[in-house]
Nanobody, 124 residues
Framework: QVNLVESGGGLVQAGGSLRLSCAAS????????MGWFRQAPGKEREFVAA????????YYSDSVKGRFTISRDNTKNAVYLQMNSLKSEDTAVYYC?????????????????WGQGTQVTVSS
């Protein structure tokens, strides 16, 4: 069992930065891969970024590539999402997710555990 708690969301102006954190408890975190997803009002949940268990493999959606960076610290049971050059279209609830496989995945149905989400609002 894994418990995921996101933090770091908030209101920021376009062009600004935010760093999301996800604190995880449970053995699956250190054994599995992690991902960030987001959901805007009226839209489906979409993939943002993913990282393998070792941290050596990362994936990004085309919409955030070059602006967002995912990282993890297995000693602290945490995963992070550094978001730079934020745009109004990045406004959404951001979710942290964990899966038992060590291989990172972009598909939301591949993940076993989800956090409650943190709101990110980018004003233009």
């Amino acid at each position: 069992q894994v418990n995921l708690v996101e933090s770091g969301g908030g209101l920021v102006q376009a062009g600004g930065s935010l760093r999301l954190s996800c604190a995880a408890s449970g053995p699956t975190f250190t054994r599995g891969s992690m991902g960030w997803f987001r959901q805007a009002p009226g839209k489906e949940r979409e993939f943002v970024a993913a990282i393998s268990r070792s941290g050596t493999t990362t994936y990004y959606s085309d919409s955030v590539k070059g602006r967002f960076t995912i990282s993890r610290d297995n000693t602290k049971n945490a995963v992070y999402l550094q978001m730079n050059s934020l745009k109004s279209e990045d406004t959404a609830v951001y979710y942290c997710a964990a899966r038992q496989s060590v291989i990172a995945s972009t598909g939301p149905y591949e993940y076993d555990y989800w956090g409650q989400g943190t709101q990110v609002t980018v004003s233009s």
